[in-house]
């Protein structure tokens, strides 16, 4: 090959190893197709392919959360859950504390433990524009996610609604940060 090919060459293999291969691209039309009918889990999974653009489809957070929610109200837990997300961080979207509070909810009755957190978390702290502070809701949701031994590194963010949370409660989420090494107390 020529020096004055060799531009176009790496071009092309650029190219080619950024792209789908075949078999990936076939997947990805037959999960797309999955949504099309209907299918709550790959409406979930198409959902999140358009949020971050992967699966050889454009990045599209407007059609994402379209696809979300039609699997979140289907009970599609993954779903409820990603859509709270895209509400709660504003992806795509304006933030919604009150819309991702709903979803967030449906998801944490199903067990999902990140839900569950951030639900506490939502009705715990007061800048959260439309979520109204309930400590007994709380509580009650800091309990479920510390059961299910689930939570990320907290840091001090707990240390500002201590007095606010009944001692038990508090106590047993602590607990269970200690005994993960998640943070000193």
Same mark, same amino acid.
């Given at each position: 090959?020529?020096?004055?090919?060799?531009?176009?060459a790496l071009a092309v293999a650029l190219i080619a190893l950024?792209s789908p291969c075949a078999a990936e691209r076939s997947g990805?039309?037959?999960?797309?197709?999955?949504?099309?009918?209907?299918?709550?889990?790959?409406?979930?999974?198409?959902?999140?392919?358009?949020?971050?653009?992967?699966?050889?489809?454009?990045?599209?957070?407007?059609?994402?959360?379209?696809?979300?929610?039609?699997?979140?109200?289907?009970?599609?837990?993954?779903?409820?859950?990603?859509?709270?997300?895209?509400?709660?961080?504003?992806?795509?979207?304006?933030?919604?504390?009150?819309?991702?509070?709903?979803?967030?909810?449906?998801?944490?009755?199903?067990?999902?433990?990140?839900?569950?957190?951030?639900?506490?978390? +939502?009705?715990?702290?007061?800048?959260?524009?439309?979520?109204?502070?309930?400590?007994?809701?709380?509580?009650?949701?800091?309990?479920?996610?510390?059961?299910?031994?689930?939570?990320?590194? +907290?840091?001090?963010?707990?240390?500002?609604?201590?007095?606010?949370?009944?001692?038990?409660?508090?106590?047993?989420?602590?607990?269970?940060?200690?005994?993960?090494?998640?943070?000193?107390?």
């Open positions: 090959m020529s020096r004055a090919g060799f531009p176009a950024s990805c039309l037959t999960l797309q197709r999955g949504a099309e009918a209907g299918d709550p889990a790959r409406e979930t999974l198409y959902a999140a392919a358009l949020q971050r653009g992967t699966c050889g489809f454009k990045t599209d957070k407007p059609a994402a959360a379209t696809w979300y929610r039609k699997a979140a109200e289907q009970g599609e837990m993954r779903a409820q859950a990603a859509l709270a997300e895209m509400y709660f961080d504003g992806d795509g979207m304006p933030s919604d504390y009150p819309a991702a509070k709903k979803w967030y909810l449906k998801a944490a009755r199903q067990g999902d433990g990140p839900s569950q957190l951030r639900l506490a978390f +939502l009705y715990a702290e007061n800048h959260f524009k439309g979520v109204h502070v309930d400590y007994a809701e709380a509580e009650k949701w800091f309990i479920k996610a510390a059961a299910q031994d689930f939570g990320p590194i +907290l840091g001090d963010r707990l240390l500002p609604i201590r007095p606010l949370l009944r001692k038990e409660a508090f106590a047993s989420f602590a607990a269970w940060q200690k005994s993960s090494n998640r943070i000193d107390y």
